[in-house]
C-alpha cells in the first residue's frame, strides 16, 4: 500500500511508541499512578546509566534549576551568569531566589562564551550557568577551568540535551548540577518531566527532602525514619509514575530515538546546504568536540526581513518553522538587572533572536515528510 501523501508538515510530534499503550495500562491495574512510583526508579535508573551521576526525576527542567538554585543556597545579592539567548527558567530559577542575573552573549552554535564568564565575574558571582542549545555543547574545557579559578558554582542547563556528549563526556555532567527536560518538545518526553544531575551522592539525601515539600518522606518509605516530617524547605517537585511510564519506553532506546533524529538532520543538510549557503543563510553547526543528539535543525538568516519572509513562504507550504528565544537581557524584567540602568549589546545572542528558525524534526517523521519540507525549502530558495 502507498503512504498517504504528505500536505502538511508540523513542527513537532511528541514520540509514539506501541508500548506506550502497555506501560500506561500497567500504571493504572497496578494502581501506580502517584509519585515516585516503579517507572520513575526504571527511568532513574536508566539515566543513571546514560549519566554516571546520581538522577533524580523531577516535574520539569525548569523545577530541576529551582531545585539547584535551593541545593546551592543562592540569596538575595547574589549574582548568577547566564547566556542571555536562553530559555527563561535558566534566569528565572536563580531571580525567584532573588538573585542578580548578569546576561553573557553566546558563540557561533549559540552558547555561552567563555570570555564573557570572565567579563562578568565580579566578587558577588556564585554561580554560572551554562546551557547546552540544541543539544549541542558549550565550550566545557575552559568554562570548567574559569568556573574552578574563580571557585564559583557550575550548573548546567542541558534540558535540551540528553545523549549528547563532550569529548566523551555525557552533557550534563561537568558542574555540580545540571538537569534535562522531558517537555513535549524535547527528544524524549513524559509530556511535562525533567531530571535533575547530581555531582556526587552527597546531594542525594537534601534533593529528596526538597523535591519532597521540605519532608523526609523518602526517609520514611526506605524505612529509615518512622514518620516524617518538616525538615527543611522544598518543594512538589514529584513526578507522577503516569509521566514516567510514558518516559521509559523511550529512554530504553533513546540511542535509536537519537539516531533518526541525526538521519533527517542529514537529509536536509545533504539536500539544502549548498543552495542555503548561496542565499547566506547559514546552518547551525555542531562543534567538533561533541557528539550531538540531534535536539534542533536550524538554520540563521541573513536577516531578520529574509526569516520573516522564510516563516511565511513556509507557512504557506504548510510547513510549519518556528523561531525562539527573545533574548532575555531584551526582556522587560531583565532591565531591573541592568548595571547603571545600561543594557549590555550582546550581538551574537540578538542574531539568534533575530535571524534563527527551526525547521520541523521528530522521531516519528518519516521520510516522505522531511522530503516534503526539503521541497517546500528549495522551492523558496527558487
Ligand atoms: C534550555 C532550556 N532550559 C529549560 C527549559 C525548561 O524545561 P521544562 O519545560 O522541562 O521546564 C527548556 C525548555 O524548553 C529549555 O529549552
Sequence with gaps: MNPKPVSSVTFNQPVSLPEHFDVLRQTIVNRNIGGNGPFTKRCEALLEKVSGKPVRIVTSATHALEAMALLANIEAGDEVIVPSYTFVSTANAFALRGANIRFADNDEYGNILPS??????????????????????ADMDKIVEICKAKRVFLFEDAAQALGASYKGRPLGTFGELGCYSFHETKNV???????????????????????????????????????????????????????????YPQLEILDRINARRGEIRGMYRAELATAL??????????????????????????????RQDFLAFMNSRSVLCTFHYVSLHTSPFAKRFAKGGRVDELPGCEKFSACLVRLPLYYNMTDEEAQFVIEAVKAWLK
Aim: charged share 25%; proline share 4%; glycine share 8%.
Design 116 to 137: 564573557e564568564i570572565e567579563r562578568l565575574y565580579s566578587p558577588k558571582t556564585k554561580a554560572v550557568v551554562a546551557v547546552h542549545y540544541a543539544g549541542a555543547s
Design 277 to 306: 549557503e548561496r542565499a547566506g543563510v547559514r546552518i547551525l553547526d555542531t562543534p567538533s568536540y561533541n557528539l550531538p543528539n540531534h535536539h534542533i535543525f536550524a538554520i540563521i538568516c541573513a536577516t531578520p526581513r529574509q
Design 189 to 247: 518526553t513524559s509530556g511535562e518531566g525533567g531530571a535533575l544531575i547530581l555531582g556526587d551522592s552527597s546531594l542525594l539525601e537534601r534533593t529528596e527532602v526538597l523535591r519532597e515539600k521540605g519532608t523526609d518522606r523518602s526517609r520514611f518509605f526506605q524505612g529509615l525514619v518512622d514518620k516524617y516530617t518538616w525538615v527543611d524547605i522544598g518543594s512538589s517537585f514529584v513526578l507522577s509514575d503516569l509521566n514516567s511510564a510514558y518516559l
